[in-house]
């Protein structure tokens, strides 16, 4: 059956550090991988978006990049602000498909 | 900005009540979605809507219904309430595949249930 793997563990960095977040996923072959931010509470905020035939995409101090051969994704916030502070979802989704499949989350906690 | 709405943000029921959860989204969506999250679970999908009265199960349909009787408008129903119902739902919208920025999927504020 498809899996998706966020780090389970919360992710502490320091106020200015990049940090870095890792999706993984097995039994799965995605047109396309999303990142979404999520505070307590809220519901998922769409972030970036990335095709299989991408490698990487930025925005701002985003970057999120995608190896289809090592069935991975790796998001970046650069010069982390406490602000960043939230859970982030990766979400994985094909063309002839309407729902997307969603990772468990990683907390990220950026302390000044 | 697109915008989805969900009619509350807690809520408190008993065991064996009949519950509706009302979703609406004002951007002319095709698709919309039930999730509900729980703590290590993650998102799970209850059931989906592809157009006006259709849809279709997600992984976790059992003890839910929906309803999808105008188009901005998605209701989940729980037709007897459970204590293992006690969740974050979650609605989402989002535009039909061949449709341009399709992929994304805009999410409600969410309702936190009790079941007692």
């Known amino acids: 059956s498809q899996k998706i793997e966020q780090n389970s563990e919360a992710l502490n960095i320091q106020e200015g550090k990049t940090a870095t977040l890792t999706c993984n996923y097995t039994?799965?072959?995605?047109?396309?991988l999303q990142w979404y931010r999520q505070d307590p509470g809220r519901g998922p905020v769409f972030l970036l978006l990335?095709?299989?035939?991408?490698k990487e995409k930025r925005k701002e101090r985003l970057k999120v990049t995608f190896d289809t051969t090592l069935k991975q994704s790796l998001f970046h916030i650069t010069a982390s602000q406490p602000a960043d502070s939230a859970t982030y979802l990766c979400a994985l989704g094909r063309n002839s498909g309407y729902a997307l499949n969603f990772g468990k989350g990683t907390s990220l906690l950026v302390t000044p | 900005d697109v915008k989805v709405t969900q009619s509350s943000r807690y809520l408190v029921k008993r065991t064996g009540e009949k519950v509706f959860l009302e979703c609406v989204q004002d951007?002319?969506?095709?698709?919309m979605f039930w999730y509900r999250q729980d703590p290590g679970l993650g998102l799970r999908l209850i059931y989906f809507s592809y157009d006006v009265k259709m849809k279709e199960k997600g992984d976790i349909p059992e003890g839910y219904s929906v309803s999808r009787e105008k188009k901005e408008r998605f209701s989940l129903i729980l037709e007897s309430a459970s204590t293992n119902q006690t969740s974050m739902y979650l609605c989402a919208s989002s535009f039909p595949p061949g449709r341009g920025g399709q992929e994304t999927q805009y999410f409600g504020p969410g309702t936190r249930l009790l079941v007692l």
């Open positions: 990335i095709r299989e035939n991408e």
């Open positions: 951007m002319d969506h095709e698709n």
């Open positions: 039994n799965y072959s995605p047109a396309y």
